[in-house]
């Protein structure tokens, strides 16, 4: 059901089919005319202070957020006056906040960086800002009153289609380019792969996130920003890394050396299958588990450089619900999640790998074409449950859903993330703009307040309407 979402996008959704569907083109936000928007009382309240409790109410209201992709909404975000009419109709409809992009996969930079090159060109797309992008977008959300965090697609550094982005031009990136083993033998990523991603295992990879999250958090400008998103915080697929370096981190892990390189990890039986269709060696499970460590590490240190410098800050992960993921090496899980052990390509220890523990929330991202049931296991409400048992309570965790399809059911998609986890997230704001799902948004939200015994923000906050 997955690929009805993205069925115009399908070359992509093969490539990235454990991760969010690719957003569709740019589309202008189209306005419907006979739209009005919710009324807005008089009732002043700080519309900084995300832990306002509406008089009556018993709870603190949870976080509605609209994800904002960097690459889909580049040119939509290019002036000032649109991302203010935007964040202000998201307001009015009952977003109490936003996940905005600032690093897209092309590996440049979004906010004032000292080692990322600006973003500037995008998608065949030029924007030149005479302003800081995300001050703006921080400073614009908390004078309406919403949550904001920034994110990045983390292990993607280019666009091969294109040869464009870091991964090409930038020599710290290029020396840590993924090497993929595919039925022909072994083959840079920027070669075979849809992006050009960099290995996880690397300490430059490692040292590339620390520095990015410090320099953000340590920057007064960004003061207000609550929380960060790893975003592609993963391998790109079961093919990558087969770089030397991963074998010596691999052999250091297992305490011998590997004999057979890669064969012992997968084989192809003929050069003329797919890259998928390999057969396990000796050491695939040790492999699997190794793979899912350095990507728990990727997730340690960086929770590490962000309490450092900003304690109060949220770290979260957004990950596919199709849980279990050992072809990217994400294991969100608990460490205490022993059930996944079970699996034919898990070691004992496997479960240990998880890394909920070190989040503050997870993003889990329930990305089915069908929200409520339990037949099956293709629906949200499903991968809600579910993922509450992987988890045991490491942390608090949001649904998160696309709204790529026009006929997806948004209103009850909204009111059962809100009830049932601790928060929601939209994805993403292209889509909502392109089939005009605000109305669908508030009523489900609206219905969750009614619910929850929450006012709803729109008859206990003043937020000015949208110009």
Known sequence: MFKKIVCSLLALALVFACDKPPVKPQEPVDVDPTDTLPPTDTTVV???????????????????????????????FAQKKDIKAILKRARSYGFNGIVVGVKPGNGRALYESEFLQPCTVLGGAKVERDYD?????????????????????????????????????????????????????????????????????????????????????????????????????????????????????????????????????????????????????????????WRARVIQNVVTEARSALKVVRPDADLSVWAAAWYPLPHTGQNWGSPRYTMVD??????????????????????????????????????????????????????????????????????????????????????????IASWQHWKKIKAGADAAWEELGVNSPLKSKQFPSEE
């Open 46 to 76: 700080d519309p900084v202070d995300s832990n306002y409790i509406a008089p009556g109410d018993t709870i603190r209201e949870k976080p509605l957020v609209m994800w904002i992709d960097a690459s889909a909404n580049f040119q939509r």
């Open 133 to 289: 992008y995300l001050e703006y977008i921080l400073t614009t959300a908390k004078e309406l009153g919403m949550r904001v965090e920034a994110s990045a697609s983390v292990m993607v550094m280019g666009a091969n289609a294109t040869k464009a982005g870091a991964l090409f031009d930038d020599e710290y990136f290029m020396d840590l380019e993924c090497i993929e083993y595919l039925p022909d033998g072994l083959h840079k990523i920027s070669e075979t792969g849809q992006f050009g991603a960099i290995n996880p295992c690397h300490p430059k990879t490692v040292a590339y996130v620390k520095r990015m999250l410090t320099e953000m958090f340590s920057n007064p400008k960004y003061a207000a920003l609550d929380g960060f998103v790893l975003d592609y915080c993963r391998y790109m697929d079961a093919n990558s890394d087969f770089s030397d370096y991963s074998r010596s981190c691999f052999e250091g892990y297992i305490g011998k050396p590997v004999e057979n390189w890669p064969e012992d990890i997968y084989y192809y039986k003929s050069p003329d299958v797919s890259r998928g269709d390999y057969t396990p060696g000796p050491l695939y499970n040790q492999w699997i588990e």
């Open 342 to 431: 079970s699996q034919w390509w898990a070691t004992r220890q496997y479960h240990t790998t998880g890394y909920a523990d070190q989040l503050d929330y997870f993003q889990l991202g329930a990305y089915y074409s069908k929200v409520l049931g339990y037949t099956g296991s293709e629906t949200v409400q499903y991968a809600l449950g579910y993922c509450r048992q992987i988890l045991k309570g490491d942390c608090p965790f949001w649904g998160t859903f696309s709204v790529a399809e026009q006929k997806f059911d948004v209103e009850n998609a909204v009111k059962l993330c809100l009830t049932d986890t601790d928060g929601c997230m939209v994805f993403d704001l292209c889509h």
